[in-house]
């Protein structure tokens, strides 16, 4: 369980954020950030089951939700990389993938983001088992790095290029979101981001983790 968020360039006030990057709060860094390919909470010592998603005012066109299923991109792997996959985990962090936008954990903002005062980043393995189905996936996204045994440049290179590969057709899907519209997905198997928008139109959308069950989602933080 857990509470509803929103996540939203309109304040709770009715303002709309600011939407040129040089005036960004830590909000619009979030969301912005989202729109790379990720599976939540994966920086969290238990990772998120899966999520609600739903929509209360959604843009004239773009900001589409985009899933991809990571169950369909490990059996497509190659033996060589399905071997060196079963071999490797990589970290997860927040913190790290919020960088990459300039967004670091201050202490006083409004909002930091779920888990961006955290200072350990877990390290989970790049192929989960689904704990219901027994079949597996890759864990990988954003918010994965620092693969150990790798150098810095080869890790980001080898996981970047994993994703990019992973997230093609046939195997996503985009939502097209109308006001009203809720979607729920199993953060276990699948990556989602959301897709650009004109970030002068307001998008309110609210997101709910479903809790992950330990020991199935725990990973040791280090």
């Not at 600011?18 to 830590?26: I, T």
């Not at 991809?68 to 060196?84: E, F, G, I, S, V």
């Amino acid at each position: 369980g857990g509470e509803i968020v929103a996540i939203s360039n309109v304040t709770a006030d009715g303002r709309m954020r600011a939407h040129d990057p040089a005036e960004w709060d830590d909000m619009m860094k979030i969301i912005v950030g989202n729109m790379a390919w990720h599976a939540d909470s994966t920086y969290m010592p238990v990772q998120a089951k899966g999520a609600v998603f739903s929509a209360e005012v959604v843009p004239r066109s773009g900001g589409q939700t985009g899933f991809a299923d990571m169950r369909a991109a490990y059996d497509a792997l190659d033996d060589a990389t399905r071997a060196l996959v079963h071999q490797r985990s990589a970290h997860h962090s927040l913190v790290y993938s919020q960088s990459k936008l300039g967004h670091v954990h201050s202490g006083n903002s409004a909002y930091v983001g779920y888990g961006m005062d955290n200072t350990s980043a877990p390290l989970r393995p790049l192929v989960k088992r689904h704990p219901e189905t027994g079949r597996p996936s890759l864990l990988i996204g954003r918010h994965a790095h620092a693969v150990p045994g790798m150098a810095a440049e080869e890790s980001e290179r080898f996981l970047e290029d994993l994703v990019e590969w992973a997230c093609q057709a046939p195997r996503v899907f985009h939502h097209q979101w109308a006001a009203g519209d809720v979607v729920l997905w199993d953060n276990r198997c699948t990556l989602h981001r959301a897709m650009p928008w004109d970030l002068a139109e307001p998008r309110v959308m609210w997101h709910s983790r479903l809790c992950g069950d330990t020991p199935s989602e725990l990973a040791p933080s280090v």
